[in-house]
């Protein structure tokens, strides 16, 4: 019985990988270098706008972090002032309602000592 060795999976990825570069250099050729650094400098480039752009994302997000904050403040001092003005009015019916009542009172007074 004869047992098949296999090579070993690093060699097999080192054959791979030297087999596709000797594809590249057939079909490219010397245009490969010129390739490369056209892909490093799109890479480069694509690298900075992302940074841009999240740059930019980040600077948005704290202004309307700061907008909600404000709007939020303001509301919150509009409701207090409205709670207030409705305490307020609330107050000012019930004194005037007391006051109809005293009224009614004296006039019911004022009734029977006419009568009387």
């Known amino acids: 019985m004869s047992k098949k060795t296999t090579p070993p999976k ?3 990825s ?6 596709i570069e ?4 057939l079909i490219f050729g010397e245009n490969m270098v010129q390739y490369d ?3 490093d400098t799109l890479k480069k480039d694509l690298q900075n706008k992302k940074e841009t752009l999240e740059n930019y994302i980040d600077e948005v997000r704290n202004e ?5 904050d404000s709007l939020s403040t303001d509301v919150n001092i509009r409701i207090t002032d409205l709670e207030n003005s409705l ?3 609330t107050d000012s019916l019930s004194e005037k309602k007391m006051d ?3 009224l009614g009172k004296l006039l019911i007074n004022l009734g029977e000592k006419i009568i009387s």
């Open 87 to 89: 305490a307020a009015k």
């Open 22 to 25: 000797a594809i590249k250099n």
């Open 64 to 68: 309307l972090m700061q907008s909600i």
């Open 14 to 19: 080192v054959d791979s990988a030297s087999k």
């Open 10 to 12: 690093e060699v097999e």
């Open 100 to 102: 109809r009542r005293e």
């Open 37 to 39: 650094t056209e892909f």
